[in-house]
């Protein structure tokens, strides 16, 4: 097989991305989480953007609270649980959208998987809900701390949504951006979204990289809404790429786009994505690599047990070598053990946290 290493391609050297910071041991998104993931090596860290009632930008995966906050146990909150349809799902839950940011910050944050990540509920109930502007604070200072630069991957999470209720995230994204000075080139910051029209939009607003992100079924949600046929696998063909280039500098695909898993569990051939994004001019930035053999390919393993951790460099091994640029993590320390020897194996290999790129 030809060397498909970033190095013998003339590209950039790959990367590392704290996913929520470093989501397989602190509660998601919190300020530990972020501080975690930083000191353990990442180049980028990575963070969902819902908006509160009074348009505050704040960290969350989706705009439900009851599975990382302690929402569930406030009865000063209770007749505030309701039913919403979101992308076509009605869900019965706590909504981000619902409270003021003072409300917010009385709120603590909880692990969202506890059954997978049970040490990490030690730290349930710790930490509040953080805001952008409070991640922005906490990465310039661990960046000054650590002398090393820090990116910024965000994301806007269910854009038309929010839009649709009248609290869209784009105004108050680029306007927190320029307040910061961010939007220009080589700032480290990167803007994603699993939807078409608002990257297409902040092509025109912003100065800093896009990235669109993909999923294995469906299409985005404000194509599927408009009545537009086009999948995310039709997005991932060749022609579908060519026209991500004309926005966006990068896809994030789920990682079975890259590498499939077989009928019983483990990795299969490589597609040929990376191949045909890096002939668009993309960038690929897959997602998610854990460390719980829950998550991991069937020869990654550890044990039957669910819960304990298997190989996951040796995941990471095998997609660095199909030749991925940058890789969403929740375990930092594994990944940047893993890419720390790539860079020291390659001939003339960049270290790992050298110069910013």
């Known amino acids: 097989m030809p060397d498909a290493s970033p190095a013998a391609c003339g590209r ?13 041991y602190r509660p998601e998104q919190t300020i530990a989480s972020f501080e975690l993931a930083a000191r ?38 209770a007749q505030r649980r309701t ?36 040490c990490s509920t030690l730290y349930d109930d710790r930490y509040e809900i953080a805001t952008l502007r409070e991640i922005i604070d906490v990465t310039t200072a661990l960046s000054a701390t650590l002398g090393r630069h820090i990116g910024l991957y ?17 105004p108050a994204l680029v306007e927190t951006l320029d307040e910061y000075g961010l939007d220009v080139p080589g700032s480290g910051v990167y803007i994603q979204s699993f939807e078409v029209t608002n990257l297409r939009e902040l092509r025109e607003q912003l100065h800093l990289p896009l990235v669109q992100l993909t999923w294995v079924a469906s299409g985005p949600y404000d194509r599927v809404s408009a009545g537009d046929p086009r999948t995310y696998a ?11 280039a004309t926005y966006a500098e990068a896809i994030g695909p789920r990682k079975d786009s890259i590498i499939p898993r ?4 483990a990795l299969g051939q490589p597609t040929s994505l990376v191949a045909d994004a890096h002939d668009a001019g993309l960038a690929v930035h897959p997602y998610t690599f854990r460390a719980e053999n829950a998550y991991l390919p069937r020869e990654f393993r550890s044990s039957l047990r669910r819960t304990d951790l298997g190989d996951l460099e040796s995941e990471i091994e095998a997609f660095l070598a199909v030749g991925v ?17 790539r860079h020291a194996s390659t001939p003339g290999g960049s270290t790992l946290n050298g110069t910013f790129t």
């Open 325 to 341: 640029d940058r890789l969403f993590v929740d375990h930092p320390d594994i990944a940047a053990e893993a890419l720390g020897k």
């Open 154 to 170: 965000l994301e806007t999470k269910h854009p038309s949504y929010f839009r649709r209720i009248g609290k869209p995230l784009e």
């Open 234 to 244: 039709d997005m991932m063909s060749p022609e579908g790429l060519a026209e991500i």
């Open 83 to 118: 039913t919403r349809t979101i992308n076509g799902t009605r869900i019965d839950d706590w909504f981000v959208e619902d409270f003021t940011i003072d409300e917010i910050k009385t709120l603590r944050a909880r692990e969202p998987v506890p059954a997978i990540r049970r």
């Open 40 to 77: 353990m090596g990442v180049d980028y860290l990575e963070c969902d953007l819902v908006s509160t009632a009074d348009g505050v930008l704040v960290a969350g995966h989706g705009t439900t609270l009851s599975q990382t906050t302690d929402v569930t146990e406030r009865p000063e909150f």
């Open 262 to 265: 077989t009928d019983d569990g």
């Open 12 to 24: 950039a050297p790959q990367r590392i991305i704290g996913h929520r910071g470093a989501a397989g």
